[in-house]
């Protein structure tokens, strides 16, 4: 197994500290993100019942589009990638209409993914 | 383009209005998502320099299997779908090796993904 890398556990134990502290703030950050996904699938699983009762189709093109276009410019100030933040939200969109699409069948009213 | 689904104009006020509070929600937990990742991010980034300057391989698999593990337990705690807290994980680790590679090639260490 040896490259001409070396491996975490060679390196000055002031490189190891500076690695464990910026780990720590990762993991906190990760934390706090995972709850915040917690809480906004809570509210998507909302609108997708209120959507399956209304029979409102799951996907709704032109929220999504505003939704990119304000996520990108956020991140823009953030001095995060406004690609990566576009890609990040169709990831958790995907999520979303899969769980809408699930309510719908759950109740009762189901069509296919794009069929509204 | 008229189907047998309601569009949102359609619907009963009180309906729709429901639906903005969670929008406004959700659009509130994106913003702060937003924040959250670029401040990982800049933190990756910090990391990414350090693995560089010190000939440390980008990926890291036991550091990897071990955030995987907890959030997927931070997951659950959350009432929060342990296999895409995995997925969303992969997701964003996906996008950190990206810029660590590109680091090392900056920085003239480069070598290609995994052969460390």
Same mark, same amino acid.
């Given at each position: 197994? &040896?490259? &001409?890398?070396? $491996? ?9 500290? #500076? ?5 720590? &703030? ?12 917690? #809480? ?45 933040? #576009? ?17 719908? #069948?759950? &109740? $009762?009213? $189901?069509?296919?993914?794009?069929? $509204?």
């Amino acid at each position: 197994m &040896s490259t &001409s890398r070396t $491996g975490i556990d060679d390196v000055d134990p002031a490189v190891r500290a #500076e690695l464990t502290r910026l780990r720590d &703030s990762i993991d906190n950050i990760d934390a706090a993100v995972v709850h915040m996904l917690a #809480e906004r699938f809570k509210a998507t699983q909302q609108v997708g019942r209120l959507k399956a009762a209304h029979r409102l189709p799951p996907a709704d093109p032109e929220r999504e589009a505003r939704q990119i276009a304000r996520l990108r410019a956020l991140a823009e100030d953030a001095k995060l990638d406004p690609a990566f933040a #576009e890609k990040f939200l169709n990831f958790i969109i995907a999520e979303v209409i899969r769980h809408h699409e699930r309510i719908a #069948e759950d &109740s $009762g009213t $189901g069509r296919t993914a794009g069929a $509204g």
